[in-house]
């Protein structure tokens, strides 16, 4: 049978009658080469579902090419026209072994040239250089393929990769702070969205570094013993407020004085118990002694619970920047608090994941 004027072709096509109704039969290369000649009214269909056949998945997938997953007849012209233009013999394409030689490949044409030089980089890649074919097993694990190898064309750049060891180490920084992209093989590593993604947040980091630089007396008035400073007072910024609001309390009116204080009570309940683990319950009582306009004990007289943190915040906050001081002033307090102001406003803004 022809097809019109336009696409004649001298192919004879064979016929089969089944269900009713004649059908073309597939038999040859030739048949299939004039595949896209055949009128599609003799097709016996011109869909079928992508998945559910007694075909391999993976092939069934790439004919699906629009991935809407059923495959029409235009999709399987272009697989057969795909396989054809890189083939010697086109009767190999009907023979349906388990492997395909190496010579069977047309490397007279870029197509071929393609297919055959990465038929040959997977079989050196799976220790198999000597082989003169390759199998469908050969092709199905792209994580095996690929798992001796430095390269593998995904991409994503593990830092086994690197020959440098200071690029090799880069490559692991980058990974901690933004995180790393699977490669084929599933190593982590780094991809180019992941490089533009560190140097974008490094630029950030040095811009908000800068900063701080600019104006170094104010923003970090101990330099590197700021950080420690401020997390000294963020340790007992709460409890040290409590405490001078209940000094002012008691200062505001005498009958407060005893209220702001634990009453004996709660003492006496407390003492009647092993005070072994009771930690937590002490540190709710007042850091320190409350009386009317008293300032804060930084040596004796400090509640068990927050002697440690008060020692640290002698150490670390009240000496270097006030001085030495046996105690503190709510005058004192309010000072060492806008000293690190600048250093807190500065941590706030902090640009840059690094």
Not at 38 to 45: F, Y
Request: charged residues 30%.
């Amino acid at each position: 049978m022809k097809s019109d004027p336009a696409t004649r072709t001298d192919h004879r096509w064979r016929f089969l009658r089944a269900g009713g109704f004649d059908q073309v039969r597939l038999e040859t290369a030739a048949d299939l080469l004039a595949l896209e000649q055949l009128d599609q009214k003799l097709w016996a269909a011109l869909a079928c579902p992508a998945k559910g056949l007694e075909l391999n998945a993976r092939t069934l997938q790439l004919v699906d090419t629009d991935g809407d997953g059923r495959i029409r007849a235009p999709e399987v012209i272009a697989a057969v026209k795909w396989a054809m233009a890189r083939l010697r013999q086109p009767e190999d394409l009907c023979r349906g072994a388990g492997e395909l030689a190496l010579t069977a490949i047309d490397e007279s044409r870029p197509e071929g040239r393609q297919l055959g030089a990465a038929a040959r980089q997977i079989l050196k890649n799976l220790g198999k250089s000597d082989a003169l074919a390759v199998t469908f097993e050969d092709t199905a694990d792209v994580a095996k393929i690929f798992d001796k190898t430095r390269f593998n064309g995904d991409g994503v750049v593990p830092p086994e990769a690197a020959d440098d060891d200071a690029v090799k180490a880069a490559i692991k920084e980058i990974i901690d702070v933004c995180g790393g992209v699977a490669d084929r093989c599933g190593e982590p590593g780094i991809d180019r969205a992941k490089l533009d993604q560190f140097f974008t947040e490094a630029r950030a980091f040095d811009e908000w570094w800068r900063k701080a630089e600019a104006d170094a007396e104010t923003v970090r008035p101990l330099g590197e013993a700021t950080a420690a400073a401020a997390a000294a007072v963020a340790a007992v910024r709460d409890k040290i407020d409590d405490y001078f609001m209940r000094c002012n309390l008691a200062a505001f009116d005498a009958r407060a004085a005893s209220s702001v204080n634990r009453s004996e009570a709660e003492y006496a309940a407390l003492a009647a118990r092993p005070l072994v683990g009771v930690d937590d319950e002490v540190k709710a009582f007042p850091i320190a002694h409350v009386e009317p306009e008293q300032p804060l004990p930084l040596d004796k007289g400090i509640n068990p619970s927050w002697q440690a943190a008060v020692v640290q915040l002698q150490a670390d906050a009240v000496k270097p920047l006030l001085g030495a001081k046996s105690a503190l002033t709510q005058t004192d307090w309010q000072s060492l608090l806008a000293k690190l102001v600048p250093y807190g406003a500065w941590q706030e803004a902090k640009a840059g994941a690094l």
